[in-house]
């Protein structure tokens, strides 16, 4: 029997009750690290199945990119080449993209839970040996960074160094009950709340409640339903995947931060998702800015931003998978950017900032930027 | 390098765009608006210029720029 994670009350249920074992190594002063890693084995079996196709195409990917991880880091050492790096990062590029693009084939079933995310720690470590940040690896640590079970099908998504000192640390006691146990258990039950009470009132009572047909009526009915839909549903699922995370002692980053009282684009994305725009704001955005500057591509630092924007949006697009309607919505978000930044350095908006109802209407106007992007990305005005 | 706090004010006010930066050398400035993703990779690029220290973005962590004071510990650190 496989389980979605954390798709049902009775899944969170068990999950959370085999938990247990890693409060009281915590209490008896021992460290949680190896109770955590054995405890990833089941549940990788539970979310991907033990003779399962999923299992095994996991594994196969798993060992193919810790091979690559490992022979890039070791060559790493000896040759510095930018060509070994490109050769590192589309090689561990391939097995997503050729997943993703199995939907175009009759072997449409391909693919398993968590690739993408697992993918995102993977790039990290590439970059980091690249960058020279690693200085040595533990097998045991980088396997469990990886296939890390609480945030495995969508994240948030951490990062190396963050979760190899979390993963060292033993939290004195009464630290790990309030900070950790409670803090977690808290979360656990937000999640609940978001997920299985509110997501789940808006999807049935709202969302499948709409005709069949679409009108312009339902579907600006299905806007506003779904972009408070995707938020309860991936904020509830966020919660659990944190709530369990610090329980086994990860204090792993947050991913939503009150999104919709964003007054501008820029704003919004400093609180929504925050974990994989982090990542792409570091990893992608940071790099394409610095290295087309550098190389002298931009002469000027806003004009190497707005397209930064527009690149990273685009891909942030496409990574959720090879259909036009994502394309569009990355187009439309880089775009979004775009037009923030000039918003943002004009005069117009410092004199706005000074009014009175700067708040309120920035805030409603920035809502339905936000609401229309959903609707792009729900793809519902592309099914007929 | 004679004096590294200088360094570090002179960078971060080029890579802000503003002189607010040297009011209040503990000044958060993110929460001061002033500072973003774009300026931060501005404090690598004119680093760069100035010291030929070639950094990556993931070199320098959000609480190194914070401040003025913050940044200059930083480069005390980073290039002595």
Known sequence: MVFSQYGSIFSVFLFTLLLIPAVILNLCGKRIKYYGMLLNIPMLIFLLGLHSLQMLQFLVFIVCELILIYGYYFLHKRVKSNGLYYFAMAASMLPIFVIKLCVYTPYDMLGFVGISYISFRIWQLIIEIHDGHIEKFDFLSTVYFITFFPTLSSGPIDRYHRFLADLGNVVPKKEYVEKYLIFGLTRIGKGMLYKFGLAFIINQYIIRALPEVHTVWSTVIYMYAYTLYLFFDFAGYSHFAIGTSYILGIKVGENFDKPFLAHNMKEFWERWHMSLSQWFGDYIYKRFVLNTLRKKIFKSRKTASRWGNMVTMLVMGIWHGPYLFYILYGLYEGGALVVTDIYLKSKVYRKFKQMKCYDVVSRIVCFQVIAFGMLLFSGYMFAF | ?80
């Open chain 2, 1 to 80: 390098m004679e004096n590294v706090q200088e360094l570090a004010l002179d960078i971060l006010i080029a890579a802000c765009e503003t002189d607010e930066v040297g009011e209040d050398l503990d000044l958060d400035l993110f929460e001061a608006g002033l500072m973003d993703s774009l300026a931060s990779v501005s404090v690598l690029l004119e680093l760069e210029e100035r010291t030929g220290v070639r950094l990556q973005p993931t070199d320098v962590d959000k609480d190194d720029i914070r401040t003025v004071n913050k940044f200059a510990e930083f480069l005390k650190e980073k290039i002595g």
